[in-house]
């Protein structure tokens, strides 16, 4: 078996690099729609209760999509797993905190008193994924 030459070696790391760097940025496309995503769907969800079968099958189209094509990602990095497991932690919990106003409400609209504190709540769901999109696509 004939060890590589340092060229051929070197080669290679920068063609694996390649390839993680590539992966970054599909994954950073990723948490970028689903970043957007997230704010307009609580945002249907919550102020728009007419909306709320559309907004709803939107977002799981989103969601299925999003997911076949982050199962084609392929290789990771250490960064890339680093980002993705703190972000999914801040967006599941800021997923979930406009979900109990929902159910706190259920069928009807916000109240007026909840607006601010609402929108609130429909931007802060989206800014984990905002977050690991402009660190993945930065590199």
């Not at 004939?2 to 690099?17: D, G, K, M, W, Y």
């Not at 982050?70 to 797993?81: A, D, K, N, S």
């Not at 993705?84 to 406009?98: H, R, S």
């Given at each position: 078996?004939?060890?590589?030459?340092?060229?051929q070696?070197?080669q290679?790391?920068?063609r694996?690099?390649?390839?993680?760097?590539?992966?970054?940025?599909?994954?950073?496309?990723?948490?970028?729609a689903?970043?957007?995503?997230a704010?307009?769907?609580?945002?249907?969800?919550?102020f728009?209760?007419?909306?709320?079968t559309?907004?709803?099958?939107a977002?799981?189209l989103l969601t299925?999509?999003?997911?076949?094509?982050?199962?084609?990602?392929?290789?990771?990095?250490?960064?890339?797993?680093?980002?993705?497991?703190?972000?999914a932690?801040?967006?599941?919990?800021?997923?979930?905190?406009?979900?109990?106003?929902?159910?706190l409400y259920g069928?009807?609209?916000?109240p007026?008193?909840?607006?601010?504190?609402?929108?609130a709540?429909?931007?802060?769901?989206?800014?984990?994924?905002?977050?690991?999109a402009?660190?993945?696509?930065?590199?």
């Amino acid at each position: 078996m004939n060890a590589p030459s340092p060229a051929q070696a070197l080669q290679e790391i920068q063609r694996v690099e390649g390839r993680v760097r590539a992966a970054e940025r599909r994954f950073g496309a990723i948490c970028l729609a689903s970043g957007i995503g997230a704010p307009l769907y609580w945002a249907g969800m919550l102020f728009a209760p007419t909306f709320r079968t559309p907004v709803t099958l939107a977002w799981m189209l989103l969601t299925l999509v999003l997911c076949g094509l982050m199962l084609r990602i392929g290789v990771t990095g250490r960064r890339l797993t680093q980002i993705a497991y703190w972000v999914a932690g801040g967006d599941l919990v800021l997923f979930l905190l406009p979900a109990a106003l929902f159910f706190l409400y259920g069928p009807a609209p916000l109240p007026s008193s909840w607006t601010v504190a609402g929108v609130a709540l429909c931007v802060a769901s989206g800014l984990p994924m905002l977050y690991a999109a402009r660190r993945l696509t930065r590199a």
